[in-house]
């Protein structure tokens, strides 16, 4: 499975996201995080990681960027068996790159306004790669999730409601464990002491991506 997360809004999570479901997949299967992100926030993450843990990151991480992304994940596909694709906040030739050759697109959306206008472009890149990569499945949830009011379940209706992208209700709430995982390193499940809504969420993302079937097939 080459698992792309993308998007076109910059700070939504991807990064985040990214690193911590190839932490917590690398526990069991070989896998390769590529980061496409001129940014090289997941490239930065992995060095550190590799700092901090006594046996290394856990798995490979290579940085690529535009038509490489891919020709070469094209090359590596059979030599892992999961591969994650993080992706910068635009909507760049990397990471139409990667949707041309992508299983799965992950988008983050945080329940504001800006974002959520995003939904729409995000729906036509879709649409598009579809014409290239007509297996492409591309799924939406809320990161940064508020603890009350409203704005959850409105953006989550308007991810419902289009037309190229399906909702997974699997919220990440806005959790200071991530940030602080992140910055030793670590993926939010490793990071003492515990935040067991943050493990919990993002345990719920990742069974849901791994576990449900018509996803990994
Ligand atoms: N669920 C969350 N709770 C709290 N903070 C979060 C959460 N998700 C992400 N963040 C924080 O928000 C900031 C942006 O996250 P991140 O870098 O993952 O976004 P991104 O989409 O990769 O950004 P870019 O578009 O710049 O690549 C970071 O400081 C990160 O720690
Ligand atoms: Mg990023």
Redesign the pocket.
């Known amino acids: 499975m080459i698992i792309v997360?993308g998007?076109i809004?910059?700070?939504?999570?991807?990064?985040?996201?990214?690193?911590n479901l190839t932490v917590m997949r690398s526990l069991v299967k070989d896998v390769l995080l590529i980061d496409a992100?001129d940014?090289e926030?997941?490239s930065d993450f992995t060095i550190l990681r590799n700092e901090q843990q006594p046996t290394g990151a856990g798995y490979t991480s290579i940085r690529l960027s535009g038509a490489a992304v891919r020709t070469e994940t094209k090359r590596l596909v059979n030599k892992y068996e999961e591969i994650v694709i993080?992706?910068?906040?635009?909507d760049t030739a990397s990471q139409r790159a990667a949707l041309t050759i992508a299983s799965v697109l992950l988008v983050?959306f945080v329940p504001r306004s800006f974002d959520v206008w995003t939904l729409e472009k995000v729906s036509e890149l879709v649409g598009e790669m579809r014409t290239v990569n007509p297996k492409l499945k591309a799924y939406a949830f809320i990161?940064?999730?508020d603890p009350a009011g409203r704005d959850n379940e409105e953006a989550a209706e308007i991810i419902r409601e289009t037309a190229e992208l399906e909702f997974i209700d699997c919220p990440?709430?806005?959790?200071?464990?991530?940030?602080n995982a992140?910055?030793k390193g670590l993926g939010v499940v490793e990071h003492k002491p515990t935040d067991p809504k943050?493990v919990n969420?993002m345990n719920a993302l990742y069974q849901y991506l791994f576990s449900t079937k018509e996803i990994s097939d």
């Not at 809004?9 to 690193?19: D, E, F, I, L, N």
């Not at 806005?174 to 940030?179: Q, V, Y």
């Open positions: 997360v998007g809004k910059g700070g939504s999570g991807k990064t985040t996201v990214a690193t992100d940014q926030s997941a993080d992706t910068g906040g635009r983050p990161n940064r999730a990440l709430g806005s959790r200071k464990a991530f940030s992140a910055a943050a969420e």
